[in-house]
């Protein structure tokens, strides 16, 4: 049979694109894989019967951790990390095991780096006792799965997905069929013994995990760990959970001595938070249910080509074009000779529609040349017709922004009836984008 890489749709001939996700060159043949030695035995239960404490929450003791999995990990659950090589993947969940190893036996597998590289890593990391810990170089599953049976670990880790291998699979190692059975027979591990397994999983250039799709959706949580290699600050970010909420993230900073969880993210993403400059402008945005405070910072510059340029990092491209073209329909300002460029600052990918007043704030400050006060967030989506419309979590985002102690805030009028009258902030709010022009740009 041929597999599609991306969603997992079979065919019995290769074809050069999937008709189901429309993918291209993602067939791979695979032979039919023997079934493994686990089984799982289940009797039916009522629903109304099951206790809320038979998924009993277990801290890591690294409290952002906990926070994006929805209070701690969940026995018999399995976990998938990804992120690029070097973005201190094998760093984060080797400290995590040296907090777990002090609730009950814990493994770590590195079927990647020797064991005398672990512990040399670990020696390097002098804020974490490893003395419990258990390490194993053991790169094929069944012996894995012989070790937890006999030693009883409760918490195992797995790095990474991508070199282990299942006896009873055919292929090599990091082939399709090999990366889905390893990954269903963790599973079938962490459900029957109640083990809670950590996966190590590397993305391609595109950012994706590598191997099929369909191995986000054998886990329980997929958490990405993002970074700069010349920044120390690290994002894990949650992509999936099936037991808490999603797209909440907890900033890293790495240092010498390891990964140092950061509570207090404003001196990252305002970095100019005392000063103000053309160009610079505050938004709020809101990651799962965190609101964070960022500096969005824009440059127009004369052309020095025919065609103008349009660049945007971190935020997204199309959204960033579109916004352009309602300046210069609603607001009648030509760029067709600017070359424009947004940056959102600290290295975040942000995707909120309320970050739209302020990219364009920040747009319009550059072009005149005119700086806005650097105690003014601006949060609203803006429209097709120029029209503030209302953003959601209006009273959490507010909340921040007194919290970081700014002075006033734009918001869209329609979110004014909601706002919560205890809030000490300044706001105001505007209908459309020409009356916020006009009272920032006399």
């Known amino acids: 049979m041929y597999h599609c890489s991306e969603c997992g749709y079979k065919s019995i001939k290769w074809l050069g694109k999937c008709p189901m996700c429309d993918g291209w060159e993602t067939f791979a043949q695979e032979n039919e894989v023997k079934a ?50 070097g973005v201190g993947k094998s760093t984060l969940l080797l400290e995590v095991c040296s907090k777990l190893s002090t609730i009950d036996k814990t493994l770590y ?26 390490i194993s170089g053991e790169d094929q599953l069944e012996n894995i799965f012989e070790y937890i049976k006999e ?36 599973t079938k591990i ?33 958490l990405y760990f993002e970074g700069e290699m010349l920044s120390n600050y690290r994002i894990l970010r949650s992509i999936k959970n099936r037991f808490g ?4 993230i907890a900033v890293f900073e790495m240092k010498s001595s390891g990964l140092v969880e950061l509570k207090e ?75 424009v460029f947004l940056n959102v600052a600290g290295g975040i990918r942000i995707n909120d529609p309320a970050t739209d007043l302020g990219a364009i704030m920040a747009i319009i400050s550059s072009l005149k040349d005119m700086d806005i006060a650097a105690s003014t967030v601006f949060i609203a989506e803006v429209g097709l017709a120029g029209e503030l419309r209302r953003v959601n979590n209006i009273n959490l985002r507010l909340k921040e922004v007194e919290r970081a102690d700014f002075k006033n805030c734009i918001i869209p009028e329609s979110n004014l009836k909601e706002v919560d009258k205890a809030l000490k902030v300044n706001y105001q709010g505007y209908s459309s984008l020409n009356e916020v022009v006009k009272a920032f740009f006399k």
């Open 190 to 222: 962490a459900k029957t013994f109640g083990v809670v397994v950590l996966i190590v999983g590397h993305v391609t250039k595109d950012g994706a995990i590598a191997g099929p799709k369909l191995l986000e959706h054998i886990v329980d949580c997929v």
């Open 36 to 85: 493994d030695t686990i089984t799982i035995k289940s009797p039916p239960r009522l629903l109304k019967g099951i206790e809320e404490n038979d998924a009993r929450r277990i801290t890591t003791g690294m409290s952002q951790l906990d926070r994006i999995l929805g209070g701690g990990l969940v026995e018999g659950s399995v976990i998938l990390v990804g992120g690029a090589p």
């Open 265 to 339: 993210m404003t001196d990252i993403f305002l970095p100019h938070r005392e000063s103000s400059f053309s160009g610079s402008c505050v938004v709020c945005t809101i990651e799962g249910l965190r609101p964070i405070l960022i500096e969005l910072q824009a440059l127009a510059s004369r052309a020095n080509f025919g065609v103008p340029r349009r660049r945007s990092l971190g935020f997204d491209f199309n959204r960033f074009s579109l916004l352009i073209a309602i300046i210069e329909k609603r607001l009648r300002m030509s760029f067709s000779s600017e070359d």
């Open 245 to 248: 909420p999603t797209g909440d």
């Open 109 to 134: 597998v590195s079927a990647e780096e020797s064991p005398e590289q672990i512990s040399l890593r670990s020696k390097r990391l002098t804020d974490n006792d490893y003395s419990k810990v258990f």
């Open 151 to 186: 030693n009883n670990f409760k918490f195992v880790v797995i790095d990474s997905i991508q070199v282990v291998n299942l006896a009873s699979s055919e292929g090599a190692k990091g082939s399709i069929s090999q990366i889905r059975a390893c990954a269903d027979y963790l």
